[in-house]
């Protein structure tokens, strides 16, 4: 009945979908993506409180019986990417695009919640939807709206991602570690500039920042047990301004990814250390202001066995599988680091078309997947409440 009743809601999952496509907000300025969001669920009746670290939405729907919370979440934020699908619900916001599918998310979130309203003499206690803010930029919304109380009472909270890399009609999740912890880093090198035909009279800033970012995959390959994992990685380098000059300062910026704590500690230290030998081997200065980002995803056993146990009644049990954790970052991990619950991929990739990863600018959904992502998350909410 939720399969049909999903279903038949396809179209305005769709639509909701592209309006949202049409008008993307980046992190911390989803005002009109919040305001459409708690506009549809107080038309169907649900409790609804804004303004939740930001723009951040709220809303119980609470079943004619008491019993158990269950919380299921969307993310709302944008890129800062020019979009090039040539879709024609591209962006209209230049420089700005729904390009991780979190439009996809709120539609299907949203799509749950029309679904669930219609049932409410069905329900024994209660199901919160939250829609946050900024999951893209740390230290993300989610850390904010548990601090402002989205969690209390909560028993159980699920949250998906749609997967271009996987194909429609797919669903996966991990019974532990899932996604990475994503660190973040800006490497300042000062080294003494001057003439390109003198460097004897110089410290070449560019040649300290090469030799940083060529030590620094050493510690990846060399140093951490092949059997862990972790990532460094040098997003950008910025240094001169002439051929002929050699340069002052470079500064560079990238990312750390790891699963166990121990390792993510001692990537941390490591990196430091190797700008400190290298800053003495060359007579520069270097200064790591090193930041940490989301800690891992890690799911929970029962939940993230009641959610494979679901989505085989949606996708079919050939269909639903375990994955290798994924070295992306997501701050849902926060949510799991305080209540039970598992986070999913649910594959949204076209069938023979070129798939474009996450974050690109010809990032594309297959929109099929919407109505089965709300499906799952209807049978979720349904598994600790009906
Ligand atoms: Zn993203
Ligand atoms: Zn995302």
Sequence with gaps: MVKATCQALAADIVAWRRDFHRHPELSYAESRTAGVVAGFLRQWGLDVREGVNG??????????APGKTIALRADMDALAIVEETGLP?????????????????????????????GMREKIAGTVRFLFQPAEEIPPGGAKGMIEAGALDGVDAIFGLHL?????????YTTLGPMMAAADMFTITVNGKGGHGGLPHKTVDSVVVASHLVMAAQ??????????????????????????????DSAVLKGTVRSFRPEVREYLQQRLEQTAEAIAQLYGARIQVD?????????????????????AEQVFGAQNVGIMP?????????????NVPGAFCFIGAGQPDQPVYPHHHPRFVIDERALPLA?????????????
């Design 374 to 386: 709300a499906e799952w998350l209807c049978r979720m909410a349904l598994r600790y409440v009906a």
């Design 55 to 64: 723009y951040g939405v709220v809303a119980d729907l609470v079943g004619a």
């Design 218 to 247: 050493q510690i990846i390959s060399r140093q951490i047990d092949p059997l862990d994992t972790g990532v460094v990685t040098f997003g950008t380098l910025n240094s001169g301004s002439a051929f002929n000059v050699i340069a």
């Design 325 to 337: 954790p994924n070295m992306a970052g997501e701050d849902f991990a926060y949510y799991l680091q």
């Design 163 to 171: 997967w271009s890399e996987y194909p429609l009609g797919t669903f």
């Design 290 to 310: 090193y930041v940490r980002g989301y800690p891992p995803v890690v799911n929970h056993q029962a939940e993230a066995q009641a959610a494979l146990a679901e």
């Design 89 to 117: 619900y591209a962006s209209e916001v230049p420089g700005v695009m729904h390009a991780c599918g979190h439009d996809g998310h709120m539609a299907a979130l949203l799509g749950a919640a029309r679904v669930l309203s």
